[in-house]
């Protein structure tokens, strides 16, 4: 048996495979089957910013009352019927399992709705997983103050607990190399799951109307993480997890080889069922067999930036001994 055993924020994971944030993880008896499949460990569905936003405001604006404190106490009343549920998925999937449970939050500013994070630490999360999902849309918006919401955002949550809190965060930055360096110096900050999949607008052009692209991701997408993590691995001294794309063993080598310290699949499992996760554990041991590794730390980042003969592939766009001879 090869040992295929990492740390990740400071927890012990059997295996490198996490499912990410995702509707095969809300549920206490969902999250049992995924475990029972020999997953690392689960990322809870994500409790939206705007959720409880939204009907905190909806509430407020239809009550009325003449008295002091009505509307702390209805603000008190909207947060506790918003969380509940979500706290319960928390402590249920505790007793279920015995692998790591993450809470993960997709918010985008620093408002009041970050006192949930304790909550969310004293019902038993391991960790929790700011997803801070920045399209930089606004033209009137510098990217320095779209890059201060991170920063804000880490620094009141982290505040707030003493689990380990990791970032997963939007690929869209003017400097993300040196965006993603600067935030690894936040103290509190364990780690960065590299990147968010944003859902991606199409158009039918029969109805002349806006539809969703493909929400399943495809092997292809695996690039842009593994590009991003053989650059920084090394480079911060942060746990570093890719998402997005990793469908099978062979993207799972990949990433490891380029310094991740795990992955996140999600897609291959709605495709394939619970028991996709034991077909690339496996795959991920017979290579290990075939090249004589005895665990992770034997090949991590053994191709990332600094370790390889051409580091260019990695940070040209364009490469020229590549793509120069295609017409």
């Given at each position: 048996?090869?040992?295929?055993?990492?740390?990740?924020?400071?927890?012990?994971?059997?295996?490198?495979?996490?499912?990410?944030?995702?509707?095969?993880?809300?549920?206490?008896?969902?999250?049992?089957?995924?475990?029972?499949?020999?997953?690392?460990?689960?990322?809870?569905?994500?409790?939206?910013?705007?959720?409880?936003?939204?009907?905190?405001?909806?509430?407020?604006?239809?009550?009325?009352?003449?008295?002091?404190?009505?509307?702390?106490?209805?603000?008190?009343?909207?947060?506790?019927?918003?969380?509940?549920?979500?706290?319960?998925?928390?402590?249920?999937?505790?007793?279920?399992?015995?692998?790591?449970?993450?809470?993960?939050?997709?918010?985008?500013?620093?408002?009041?709705?970050?006192?949930?994070?304790?909550?969310?630490?004293?019902?038993?999360?391991?960790?929790?997983?700011?997803?801070?999902?920045?399209?930089?849309?606004?033209?009137?918006?510098?990217?320095?103050?779209?890059?201060?919401?991170?920063?804000?955002?880490?620094?009141?949550?982290?505040?707030?607990?003493?689990?380990?809190?990791?970032l997963k965060?939007?690929?869209?930055?003017?400097?993300?190399?040196?965006?993603?360096?600067?935030?690894?110096?936040?103290?509190?900050?364990?780690?960065?799951?590299?990147?968010?999949?944003?859902?991606?607008?199409?158009?039918?052009?029969?109805?002349?109307?806006?539809?969703?692209?493909?929400?399943?991701?495809?092997?292809?997408?695996?690039?842009?993480?593994?590009?991003?993590i053989a650059?920084?691995?090394?480079?911060?001294?942060?746990?570093?997890?890719?998402?997005?794309?990793?469908?099978?063993?062979?993207?799972?080598?990949?990433?490891?080889?380029?310094?991740?310290?795990?992955?996140?699949?999600?897609?291959?499992?709605?495709?394939?069922?619970?028991?996709?996760?034991?077909?690339?554990?496996?795959?991920?041991?017979?290579?290990?067999?075939?090249?004589?590794?005895?665990?992770?730390?034997?090949?991590?980042?053994?191709?990332?930036?600094?370790?390889?003969?051409?580091?260019?592939?990695?940070?040209?766009?364009?490469?020229?001994k590549y793509?120069?001879?295609?017409?």
């Amino acid at each position: 048996m090869k040992d295929l055993s990492t740390k990740y924020l400071g927890l012990d994971l059997k295996n490198p495979l996490i499912i990410g944030s995702c509707g095969l993880t809300n549920s206490v008896d969902k999250i049992k089957e995924l475990a029972d499949n020999g997953a690392g460990a689960v990322v809870l569905k994500s409790l939206f910013e705007e959720q409880i936003q939204g009907q905190l405001a909806e509430n407020l604006e239809s009550y009325t009352a003449d008295y002091p404190g009505a509307t702390d106490y209805i603000r008190e009343y909207t947060r506790g019927n918003e969380v509940d549920t979500y706290l319960k998925l928390i402590s249920g999937a505790k007793k279920a399992v015995d692998i790591p449970v993450i809470a993960s939050i997709n918010c985008v500013s620093a408002r009041e709705w970050t006192s949930f994070a304790k909550a969310v630490e004293q019902e038993g999360a391991d960790a929790i997983e700011l997803n801070i999902a920045l399209l930089p849309s606004n033209p009137k918006m510098t990217s320095e103050e779209s890059e201060k919401k991170y920063v804000d955002i880490i620094h009141a949550v982290s505040g707030m607990v003493s689990i380990p809190v990791t970032l997963k965060m939007s690929h869209y930055s003017a400097s993300l190399a040196n965006l993603i360096q600067k935030l690894s110096w936040i103290n509190n900050l364990a780690g960065f799951v590299l990147f968010n999949r944003f859902y991606t607008p199409d158009i039918d052009i029969d109805k002349m109307v806006t539809k969703p692209a493909a929400i399943f991701s495809n092997p292809s997408e695996v690039y842009e993480s593994l590009r991003w993590i053989a650059l920084m691995y090394g480079l911060i001294e942060k746990d570093l997890v890719a998402s997005t794309g990793v469908h099978d063993s062979e993207g799972l080598i990949k990433q490891i080889l380029a310094g991740a310290t795990a992955v996140q699949i999600v897609s291959t499992v709605y495709k394939n069922g619970a028991g996709q996760i034991a077909t690339i554990l496996k795959g991920l041991e017979e290579w290990m067999e075939q090249k004589s590794f005895s665990s992770l730390a034997d090949f991590r980042g053994n191709l990332s930036y600094e370790k390889i003969a051409e580091p260019a592939v990695f940070e040209r766009t364009q490469f020229m001994k590549y793509f120069g001879g295609l017409s």
